[in-house]
């Protein structure tokens, strides 16, 4: 297959799960171009690919802004298979809203869904996740993406069930809309620890940032995707009504990933609270991975009565 991957991301988590999707791709012998979107990428051509694959993180249970201005600028032909890889940092069920505009407007395309899929990737904001908590994450997903790929190929459509209550709660807390632009106000550099690297006037995604007058200023189109202040190396960017949530520092994903899994399991079934939602999530991944490939995670070919019998993820 040729294969285009268009994808959002903020503090490149999406980025780093796009990478994956794209190895993955090209281990199995298929044709993979990408497209990663700013403020400035120039609108592409959809025409001659197999699938399209579109990638994002989600805010706040929505589909970011900028992936949602520029996804509605694509010329979609009808019958055009196209399938959704998107991340947050938690599996709860009101995530699976969060597509549906992009979902509508393949729809109004007469694009044909190949399957939508929920990976898991740390947090930016709220709190910081531990190391053994990442790589057990990271494993996951890499089962998940062994899963996704396999179904692709075989025209195996997942999806993620959502319904009208979903949706509107999820429209309901679309905080990017108005949150973006009034919390920019509040943004401010500790000029004693600033060192004017120049990195997240450099990186932000809408251009929302400047030096003027020797410092660091702010604009008021940001999308809160918080890469200014998860990068910042000197800690010194607030973010407004949302620094008592700030994250700051990258997590290594790739040297995380290179170790594999923590020692011990991280999701137990004592875990509660927050932890609660990842524990049906993790399972479900390993059942339906052990169901298409076995314990010794060689793949094998499936009867189609037993394809028949999965279930979405």
């Not at 998860?230 to 010194?236: H, I, K, L, R, S």
Request: charged share 25%.
């Amino acid at each position: 297959m040729k294969i285009l991957l268009i994808y959002f991301t903020g503090t490149y988590n999406t980025r780093y799960l796009t990478d994956k999707v794209e190895a993955e791709f090209v281990r199995r012998g298929h044709i993979v171009d990408r497209v990663e979107i700013d403020c400035e990428t120039p609108v592409c051509d959809t025409a001659g690919y197999d699938l399209l694959g579109f990638g994002y993180p989600i805010y706040g249970f929505n589909s970011p802004l900028p992936f949602n201005r520029y996804t509605k600028k694509l010329t979609i032909r009808a019958g055009q298979k196209f399938f959704i890889y998107k991340n947050s940092g938690e599996t709860l069920a009101l995530n699976n809203a969060s597509s549906r505009i992009l979902l509508r407007r393949m729809q109004a395309s007469g694009a044909v869904l190949a399957g939508e899929y929920h990976f898991v990737m740390p947090y930016n904001i709220h709190f910081a996740f531990e190391k053994d908590f990442v790589r057990e994450i990271l494993d996951y997903d890499n089962k998940l993406l062994r899963i996704m790929a396999y179904k692709l190929e075989r025209g195996i459509v997942e999806t993620l069930e959502s319904n009208i209550f979903y949706d509107l709660a999820a429209a309901a807390v679309s905080i990017q809309k108005l949150g973006g632009p009034v919390n920019s106000f509040f943004y401010r550099v500790d000029e004693t620890k600033c060192v004017k690297c120049g990195l997240c006037v450099k990186s932000c995604p809408e251009k929302n940032i400047r030096f003027e007058d020797g410092k660091v200023k702010f604009s008021h189109k940001c999308d809160m995707c918080m890469r200014c202040s998860f990068y910042c190396p000197q800690d010194a960017i607030h973010i407004g009504m949302l620094d008592g949530w700030r994250v700051n520092g990258d997590y290594g994903l790739a040297k995380l990933d290179r170790e594999g899994p923590p020692a011990k399991p991280y999701i137990t079934e004592e875990s509660s609270g927050f932890y609660e939602c990842y524990k049906k999530y993790f399972a479900d991944i390993d059942a339906e991975y052990e169901r298409l490939f076995g314990l010794n995670r060689e793949p094998r070919e499936l009867a189609p009565e037993e394809l028949a019998e999965g279930r979405a993820i």
